[in-house]
C-alpha cells in the first residue's frame, strides 16, 4: 500500500468514527428543528447544524473509543478502525476531544448559551453515561436516548432561545422512537451483544419482555408524533400522515407477539423503524414548505 493510500485509509477511518449515517441525520433532525422553530433565521440555523453534527460525531468517535475492546466480539462492529485495530486509540481520543471542542466553540459562537450547554450534556450523557451503564443495566437505552433526541431541540432552541412545548414535542418524537428502533437491534443481535457484555433487555429479561416494551413504546409514539400539529407547530397534513404511520408501526410491533421467529420479526421491525423517520420528515417538508403551515 502506498503512503496515498494509507492516507486515504486513515481519512476513511477518522470519517467512520463519527457514525456517517447518524450524523446526516442529526444534520437533518436539526435543521427541521430550526425550520419549525418561531422567528427563524439562516445563521444560527446553519451554526446549529454544523455544531449539533459535530457534537454527534464527537461522542460517536468517544463511544468507539471506549468500546475499541468489546467491538471486535459483534459482527456489525469488529470492522472499526480501533476494534480493527488500524488506528491508535490516542489519535482516535484526540480527533473526538477536537470534535467536541470545536462543535461547542461553533455553538457558544453561533447559537447561544442554551444550545451549547443542551450539547454539551448529550455528549457526556452519551459518553460518560450511556455508553459504561450499557455493560450493567438494560437502563442505559433510556439514558441513550436523551442524547440522541437532542438534535431537533438544538436546532430548536437555537432559534428561539427558550425550552419550549414545540422544541420538547420534537424531542419526545425521536426520544420515544428510538425505543423500539434499540429494542429491536436488541432482539436480532441478541447473542453478540450477551458476548460483547452489553445488559440488553432480551439477554437480561428475555425476548418476550422485550416485545411487550417494544409494543408499549410504539403506542406511546401514535400520540406523541401527532404533537406537533396538536400544538401548532404544524398543520393539519403533518399530524394525519404522522397518524397514519405510527399506526401502522404500532401495528408491526403487535405483530411480534405472535411472531414463530423472533429474530426474524425484529429484523423487519427494525426495517420498519429505519422507514418511520423518513415518512414523518417527508410529511413535515410537505407541511411547511409546501402549504406553509
Not at 164 to 171: I, K, R, V, W, Y
Not at 268 to 281: C, M, N, T
Amino acid at each position: 500500500m502506498t503512503a496515498a493510500d494509507e492516507s486515504k485509509r486513515w481519512l476513511r477511518d477518522l470519517v467512520e468514527l463519527t457514525k456517517p449515517s447518524i450524523t446526516r441525520m442529526c444534520a437533518l433532525t436539526t435543521a427541521g428543528g430550526a425550520a419549525l422553530a418561531p422567528d427563524f433565521a439562516w445563521s444560527p440555523a446553519i451554526a446549529a447544524m454544523i455544531g449539533a453534527s459535530m457534537a454527534v460525531a464527537s461522542a460517536s468517535a468517544f463511544n468507539m473509543w471506549w468500546e475499541r475492546s468489546s467491538d471486535p466480539l459483534m459482527a456489525r462492529t469488529r470492522n472499526r478502525p480501533l476494534a480493527a485495530k488500524r488506528m491508535n486509540p490516542r489519535h482516535a481520543f484526540t480527533f473526538a476531544a477536537l470534535l467536541g471542542v470545536l462543535s461547542l466553540t461553533i455553538l457558544a459562537l453561533g447559537t447561544n448559551l442554551l444550545t451549547t450547554g443542551l450539547a454539551a450534556l448529550s455528549i457526556f450523557l452519551y459518553v460518560c453515561v450511556y455508553t459504561p451503564l450499557k455493560y450493567r443495566t438494560p437502563l442505559a437505552l433510556v439514558i441513550g436516548a436523551v442524547p440522541g433526541a437532542a438534535p431537533p431541540l438544538l436546532g430548536w432552541t437555537a432559534i428561539s432561545g427558550t425550552l419550549d412545548a414545540g422544541g420538547l414535542a420534537l424531542f419526545a418524537i425521536l426520544f420515544v422512537w428510538q425505543m423500539p428502533h434499540f429494542l429491536a437491534i436488541t432482539l436480532y443481535r441478541k447473542q453478540e451483544l450477551a458476548r460483547a457484555g452489553i445488559r440488553c433487555v432480551p439477554v437480561v429479561r428475555g425476548d418476550q419482555v422485550a416485545k411487550i416494551q417494544a409494543l408499549l413504546w410504539s403506542l406511546a409514539l401514535v400520540p406523541i408524533a401527532i404533537l406537533p400539529s396538536l400544538l401548532g407547530v404544524t398543520g393539519l397534513i403533518y399530524g394525519v400522515s404522522a397518524l397514519v404511520v405510527s399506526l401502522i408501526f404500532f401495528g408491526w410491533s403487535v405483530s411480534g407477539l405472535w411472531a414463530p421467529k423472533t429474530a426474524v420479526w425484529a429484523r423487519s421491525f427494525f426495517f420498519a423503524s429505519l422507514l418511520f423517520l423518513p415518512a414523518v420528515v417527508a410529511a413535515l417538508i410537505v407541511d411547511v414548505l409546501v402549504l406553509g403551515s
